[in-house]
């Protein structure tokens, strides 16, 4: 830290990303990402045409990407909020809805970007352990008097809770927002987004950055009730009006247009998922249920830390946190069938030479 650097932030633990090797030579299990490419649409539609226009201005309002994404989601276009990475929308939330007397409430155990943010704004932070089998007890949530931040399906997990639950936690914090990050909903999840038309308090995150491919474009969006959209478009004019570049708006039109590809490999995604588990528990893995792209395990014959530098070393990255309580898991995101086949082998083989 310089010495210009106010004091406030003297404390500040920043987010520490996912390893992001430039040389591209592993098996990339470790942040997320779709293993398929974006659509055919979108390749298309980046153009040199739309390169040329980069000389202009982005639409700051993102008006055909907002009409495209409501017609999708069923709500208007009052109701969609368009961000640079769903981490934007998370930032300004943040910002927006928190204070002296609305403090923030998440899981212990979930995107590590939340208490980031919390300490960022000097915001209270309760943070909530999950239960004995990892699970978020709804009920820790219900009158939690403060901005109440879930993932659904929750990270590093995979585990959801159910719409009748986040109900419940909507119905007994009428006075702060609770927010549902749904960055992994298209993988099998049940989304609330429906519930936003009940729930003025609710704000629903979604990224394309998952299941949509594009997590080098950062789009990420919000839907909620027109109120709290003004309110996060007051945030965005107030820093930066054109937080979506012209390529990405483009891209993100033609995904949304061409969907159904997206949905396609979501499931093939699930099926290599639940063959990926199976495969794991054979080898006497203990694997959480996920209904993400990446499942989160541990055995008792490796521990984590060795899992993740012995596979590094083979060539395949997953990611480690060691922290306590799952210092002994590794998350491996799903990637296709055969790279899956290549992290079972390598897995294996470290199996193995631990016993020799
Ligand atoms: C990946 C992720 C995000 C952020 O994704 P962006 O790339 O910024 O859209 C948000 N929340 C969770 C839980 C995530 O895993």
Redo the contacts with the bound molecule.
């Keep these: 830290m310089s010495r210009f650097m106010s004091a406030r932030f003297a404390g500040l633990e920043a987010y520490t990303p996912g390893e992001q090797p430039q040389d591209m030579q592993y098996v990339k299990l470790n942040t997320?990402e779709s293993p398929y490419p974006p659509s055919p649409e979108v390749f298309a539609r980046l153009s040199r045409e739309e390169i040329e226009k980069l000389q202009l201005y982005p639409d700051p309002e993102g008006k055909i990407l907002r009409q495209k994404l409501a017609a999708l989601y069923g709500v208007g276009p009052e109701n969609i909020f368009l961000s640079n990475?769903?981490?934007?929308i998370?930032n300004f939330a943040f910002m927006a809805f928190c204070d002296e007397s609305h403090g923030a409430v998440f899981p212990e155990i979930?995107?590590g970007?939340y208490p980031v943010y919390a300490d960022l704004y000097g915001v209270k932070a309760k943070k909530i352990p999950l239960k004995e089998d990892f699970s978020i007890d709804h009920k820790d949530y219900c009158h939690a008097g403060g901005m109440v931040v879930i993932?659904n399906p929750n990270?590093p997990t995979g585990m959801e809770i159910s719409q009748a639950q986040i109900r419940e936690i909507l119905r007994t914090n009428p006075d702060n927002v609770v927010i549902i990050?749904e960055?992994?909903i298209d993988f099998g999840g049940t989304s609330c987004v429906e519930l936003v038309k009940e729930y003025e308090n609710l704000l629903v995150?979604q990224?394309?950055?998952?299941s949509r491919s594009m997590?080098g474009a950062?789009?990420?969006f919000a839907i909620a009730s027109a109120g709290l959209i003004e309110d996060l478009n007051k945030i965005k004019y107030s820093t930066n009006p054109y937080n979506i570049n012209r390529l990405t708006l483009a891209a993100g039109e033609a995904a949304v247009d061409s969907n159904e590809y997206y949905m396609e490999n979501c499931k093939k995604i699930a099926a290599t998922r639940e063959r990926t588990t199976a495969a794991l528990r054979e080898m006497g893995f203990t694997v959480l249920d996920s209904v993400a792209n990446f499942i989160f395990a541990k055995s008792d014959a490796i521990s984590g830390a060795a899992l993740y530098a012995g596979l590094k070393k083979k060539g395949v990255l997953v990611r480690y946190f060691g922290k306590k309580r799952i210092e002994d898991f590794v998350r491996i995101t799903i990637g296709t069938d055969e790279q899956m086949e290549i992290l079972l082998e390598k897995t294996k083989e470290l199996l193995k030479e631990g016993k020799a």
């Design positions: 997320n990475g769903s981490d934007d998370l979930s995107y970007f993932a990270a990050d960055a992994y995150v990224t394309f950055s998952k997590a950062r789009l990420g």
